[in-house]
């Protein structure tokens, strides 16, 4: 639990924990190892890894700071986890928070983060 210990998103209060994200991953590909050992092949339980382990809210909790993974005496990267299913909501389920969402679509749009036309960001400067 070392790298709950030191996850600041845990720390300030946030559902975020690496280890439950691992622990919920190991758990869930157990069951997925036994119902193909079961039936020969995987048959649908209804379950996911995502929403039914593991929540949207945790994933986006996570700062990517990577103390979690800095703090692992055997090296295992919840991180890479967490990324890889941020990544999932966000190309394939349209899935991001609005934050982050208006953020693409501005930068789709103007090649930067910031509502503002490439020609007009340096407007502030010529401010008196």
């Not at 790298?3 to 997925?32: F, H, W, Y």
């Not at 339980?45 to 929540?55: A, T």
Request: one cysteine or more; glycine letters at 6%; a negative charge.
């Amino acid at each position: 639990g070392r790298c709950t210990a030191e996850c600041p998103a845990n720390q300030t209060g946030k559902k975020l924990s690496p280890r439950k994200i691992m622990m919920d991953t190991r758990d869930r590909l157990e069951e997925v190892g036994k119902n193909i050992n079961k039936n020969g092949k995987f048959e649908d339980d209804g379950k996911q890894l995502l929403d039914d382990y593991i929540l949207r809210e945790e994933l986006w909790a996570c700062t990517t700071c990577n103390a979690c993974v800095e703090a692992c005496p055997v090296g295992i990267d919840p991180l890479s986890i967490i990324l890889d299913m941020r990544r999932y909501l966000v190309m394939e389920q349209s899935a991001a928070p609005n934050e982050l969402a208006t953020s693409l679509t501005n930068i789709e749009n103007n090649g930067a983060p910031w509502p503002y036309n490439q020609m007009d960001r340096l407007n502030w400067a010529k401010e008196n």
